[in-house]
């Protein structure tokens, strides 16, 4: 399984970016895709998650109300809408694919995850 993100970039405080993650290969036991961030100095964090068939979607407090995550089953492909973006969210996105059939309650951990993108750089300015 490879997956390749897309969208980074500059954007000014308050401003919007979506970034896409395309899955390729053996994907058909797709279970939940999801979206981790690394900040410069600190560890990985949640962003969002999607659970695959069915489309529950999950969030950390930091971004809920203001990123939307969201899939497309046909293309295995996933999306992160960012709104009201804020230099807090400068940081390296990461998607990521979970194959097994997991609990939503282990959609937050790294280890859930079977395969990672490549990573995608959002820097927002001030």
């Known amino acids: 399984v490879q997956l390749q993100a897309f969208g980074g970039g500059l954007v000014q405080a308050g401003g919007s970016l979506r970034l896409s993650c395309a899955a390729s290969g053996r994907t058909f036991s797709t279970n939940a895709m999801g979206w981790f961030r690394q900040a410069p100095g600190k560890e990985r964090a949640f962003v969002a998650a999607v659970r695959w068939y069915g489309g529950m979607t999950y969030y950390s407090d930091s971004v809920q109300g203001r990123f939307t995550i969201s899939r497309d089953n046909a293309k295995n492909t996933v999306y992160l809408q960012m709104n009201s973006l804020e230099p807090e969210d400068t940081a390296v996105y990461y998607c990521?694919?979970?194959?097994?059939?997991?609990?939503?309650?282990?959609?937050?951990?790294?280890?859930?995850?079977?395969?990672w993108g490549q990573g995608t750089l959002v820097t927002v300015s001030s």
């Open positions: 990521a694919i979970t194959l097994n059939d997991r609990s939503s309650y282990y959609y937050t951990r790294e280890r859930t995850y079977d395969y």
